[in-house]
């Protein structure tokens, strides 16, 4: 019989210890199918961030850094610096990539670092309780922002990929979602081409996935994807901020 | 080959390039700055990298990752700057990545001066970050002690895979001094079998550099693992192969008070010891070279001899705390210190000794 669904190589056989309904399993899967898809395993290097995929390194089958908070796109410089033959990527959630790391993040990928950034965007930090998040949602309710998030006192929700978009060195900047079968295939292709322009040596490429936190929303997973369709994507709307090479087109 | 006239700021990236050294890291501040400046020339001569962080948090980040993929690898900073780096030192020294980390040491606490100081002593010798780590902490007092103390920081980073910090000072980075440098060392890259994307035969299956330890039981058997290793470091220095380079002694056999003191402050001292002499006092000088590991058993030794101790540091008092656990209550041990970005003159430091020596 012809085996049409496995685990890819990259991925280790560790389980997953993720809550359930979780979209980071997904997500590492996606990343793991790239990696197989273009014959990079051998020579890939993750930074794992702080946050719930801290033990990101535990479920990929390749040489991995754990980073501190927010620091993920420094050190992937240091290693790519160090292997530039190496497929170097941070996987980093919001209170790592947009609070802690900003500085980090923005100079990365001003430097055009030839790595991949994965970034995971549920709106609320999930290791530490569901505390808010700089992309939590005006009015959301989360461990220190009881009363909802007040943007008078606030402020509003980050946009990184529309920050970063306005960067000149740049090559790929997308937001994605895996809400439904056709979004997650369009994602697998967005960290796809992100990928891929790191093996060709083109440059930084930037892949935000809006996720879903159903443990810190307080929501089931299938009224979790829900309430991201409703709320989060206006705010956070998919597409491409940046394709300067054309891959999506190619 | 011949002495070159250099400012000992220089003379660090010299013999850093020399040692194999091909990536740096860094984030200005005076008086360091002549360091980096050197380097962002110098580094692309060699296929080097430099890179102009975008702060010294960053800087450290950026050689954990290059110290992780097996890089030689260091950084160079100022007092405030090194403390932002502290937080990056402490994953270093806690996932063992190997890495030379300069401090020029200016005026504090907070923003201070760019005056030359000695108050980081605590922070460099006691870890300085979060968690139970250490780092060897190397004092040179001469341009050519930067450049010799950089190639053999690397050496001892590389065979412990430990954090080694250059204590250094205003003094000793802006001044010129002529200096005898070495012949170029080769360093490989892909040396480590540890390091990540290495490319050996004998890799392990995978690489992992982390210093996260989640259950409570592997953590303390990683913390333990250190401090062991932190004894072998130890005992190298105070009776193994590197008990001469870290610490030197002068006149110290017959002498009724020994001076202590490291850095550009135990050059002042030899001239103080030297006018002692002549008036009849009979002074000695110990100088630690290394100030982690402290030389213990060196002060022990000599307190069984003389009679007085008297510290000097352009600090309020720091390593004096070092050498009063050392000498343990058996011997009086003095201090005095100028602080703030002043150095004592000879003259001051002759009048405390008089005041010990001759207290009438």
Known sequence: MKQVFKRPESLSKTPFHYCPGCDHGVIHRLVAEAIDELEVKDRAIGVAPVGCSVFAYDYFDFDFNQAAHGRAPAVATGIKRTRPD???????????LAAIGTAEIIHAANRGENITVIFVNNAIYGMTGGQMAPTSLIGMKTQTSPYGRDAATAGHPIK??????????????????????????????????????????????????????????????????KWLTENMLPVFPLGTFKDTTGVEKA | MAKVLMKGNEAIGEAAVLAGCRYYFGYPITPQSELPAYLSKRLPQVDGIFVQAESEVSAINMVYGAGSAGARVMTSSSSPGISLKQEGISYIAGAEVPCLIVNVVRGGPGLGNIAPAQSDYWQATRGGGHGDYRTIVLAPNSVQEMADMTIEGFELADKFRNPVLLLSDGVLGQMMEPVDLPEPKDYDVNS?????????????????????????????????????????????????????????????DDAEIILVGYGIISRILKTVVEKCRKR?????????????????????????????FLVVEMSCGQMVEDVK????????????????????????ILNEVDKIVRPD
């Open chain 1, 86 to 96: 190496g497929i170097v990527f941070t996987y980093q959630g919001d209170g790592d």
């Open chain 1, 160 to 225: 990184m990929c529309e920050m970063i978009a306005t960067l000149e060195s740049p090559v790929y900047v997308t937001r994605v979602t895996i809400n439904n079968p056709a979004n997650l295939m369009k994602a697998k292709k967005a960290i796809h081409n992100a990928f891929k322009l790191q093996k060709e040596g083109k440059g930084f490429s930037f892949v935000e996935v809006v996720a879903i936190c159903p443990t810190n929303w307080g929501k089931k997973p299938a009224d979790s994807h």
């Open chain 2, 192 to 252: 480590k079998k540890w390091a990540l994307g290495y490319t050996g035969k004998d890799k392990a299956e995978r690489n992992l550099c982390s210093s996260i330890f989640l259950d409570v039981d592997e953590l303390e058997e990683h913390n333990w693992h250190l401090y062991q290793k932190y004894q072998v470091i130890s005992d190298l220095f105070s009776k193994g192969e590197f008990k001469d380079f870290a610490v030197e002694e002068h006149l110290c």
């Open chain 2, 280 to 308: 009849g006092i009979k002074a000695g000088l110990v100088r630690p070279k290394v100030l982690w590991p402290f030389p213990t058993a060196v002060m022990q030794r000599l307190a069984e001899k003389t009679a007085n």
């Open chain 2, 325 to 348: 656990l050392a000498v343990n209550g058996k011997k009086p041990v003095y201090f005095f210190g100028r602080t703030g970005g002043t150095i004592p003159s000879d003259f001051e």
